[in-house]
T-cell receptor, first 116, second 116 residues
Framework: ETGVTQTPRHLVMGMTNKKSLKCEQH?????MYWYKQSAKKPLELMFV???????ENNSVPSRFSPECPNSSHLFLHLHTLQPEDSALYLC???????????????FGPGTRLTVL | AQKITQTQPGMFVQEKEAVTLDCTYD???????LFWYKQPSSGEMIFLIY??????QNATEGRYSLNFQKARKSANLVISASQLGDSAMYFC?????????????FGTGTRLTIIP
């Protein structure tokens, strides 16, 4: 496997279900990100992990819970979601250097989530 | 105010013609980075090209070039000799901030359709 992979690619869940999205990067990067892409809205940053430490939580509801066990894996645990949470969830990774805000983020194919 | 503005929601271009996708940005930082991504219908965000705020030359990557006009705060993407496979959504993004506090902000995108 190369690049950034995400599983599952498609997920349909009820509002009472608990599910997890998985992201894995094979690029040797040290930072990982979760984004949400809703129809007709710009991509929204949800969470950022640097060296496995969460450095950003962009006012995301607690029904979304990220986990980063190591620099190659990132999870997004979902529970009691709402229909408006239906969206494409994209994972990305990059190699961050101190003082250099120009690292390129590489994205996975996304998980298309539908909440019924 | 929007950080990234893409004023063209959709464009239709004849195959083999060149196309320019507009992007303007707003930042007070001296050091920042500008990116273009392509998103086909499959959903994956594909990195195309990057321009640093201190780079004096316009970035080029194969058929892609970035027309960077710093004083006007514009970073237009130029695709030469367009191909049918170029049909996709195109997003302009800006990275600003210091280490540990960077943000990547995306525009709303332009849907490019190449006509045979």
């Amino acid at each position: 496997e190369t690049g950034v992979t995400q599983t599952p690619r498609h997920l349909v869940m009820g509002m009472t279900n608990k599910k997890s999205l998985k992201c894995e990067q094979h690029l040797g990067h040290n930072a990982m990100y979760w984004y949400k892409q809703s129809a007709k809205k710009p991509l929204e940053l949800m969470f950022v992990y640097n060296f496995k430490e969460q450095t950003e939580n962009n006012s995301v509801p607690s029904r979304f819970s990220p986990e980063c066990p190591n620099s190659s894996h990132l999870f997004l645990h979902l529970h009691t979601l709402q229909p408006e949470d239906s969206a494409l969830y994209l994972c990305a990774s990059s190699y961050r250097l101190a003082g250099v805000p120009t690292d390129t983020q590489y994205f996975g194919p996304g998980t298309r989530l539908t909440v019924l | 105010a929007q950080k990234i503005t893409q004023t063209q929601p959709g464009m239709f271009v004849q195959e083999k013609e060149a196309v320019t996708l507009d992007c303007t940005y707003d930042t007070s930082d001296q050091s920042y980075g500008l990116f273009w991504y392509k998103q086909p219908s499959s959903g994956e965000m594909i990195f195309l090209i990057y321009q640093g705020s201190y780079d004096e030359q316009n970035a080029t990557e194969g058929r892609y070039s970035l027309n960077f006009q710093k004083a006007r705060k514009s970073a237009n993407l130029v695709i030469s000799a367009s191909q049918l496979g170029d049909s996709a959504m195109y997003f302009c993004a800006m990275r600003e901030g210091n280490f540990g506090n960077e943000k990547l902000t995306f525009g709303t995108g332009t849907r490019l359709t190449i006509i045979p």
